[in-house]
């Protein structure tokens, strides 16, 4: 992903869970992305974003690296004996 990717992905979760990001600075928003765009880096842009939508449905609170992390990992499938 790239930085602007980054940020509109950013842009979505302040949306979904303003009170968290209502009184942050500059600074920790340049750290955020900063900070994503390393993490998210060779990940694609449509498999993140649509990772973020599923789970901003799903939790009262901002989805962590690690379950975008976890919802874009690809899914083994077993098919039922």
């Not at 979904?16 to 920790?28: F, I, L, S, V």
């Not at 955020?32 to 599923?54: G, P, R, S, T």
Request: proline share 6%; glycine share 2%; charged share 30%.
């Amino acid at each position: 992903m790239t930085k602007i990717e980054v940020g509109t992905v950013l842009s979505i979760m302040k949306a979904a869970y303003p009170a968290t990001y209502k009184n942050m600075t500059n600074e920790e928003a340049i750290n955020i992305i900063e900070l994503w765009n390393v993490v998210f880096l060779k990940d694609e842009f449509e498999k993140v974003n649509e990772a973020v939508i599923k789970l901003i449905t799903e939790l009262k609170f901002p989805p962590t690296i690690a379950e975008i992390k976890e919802e874009i990992k690809p899914k083994l499938f077993y098919p039922e004996e």
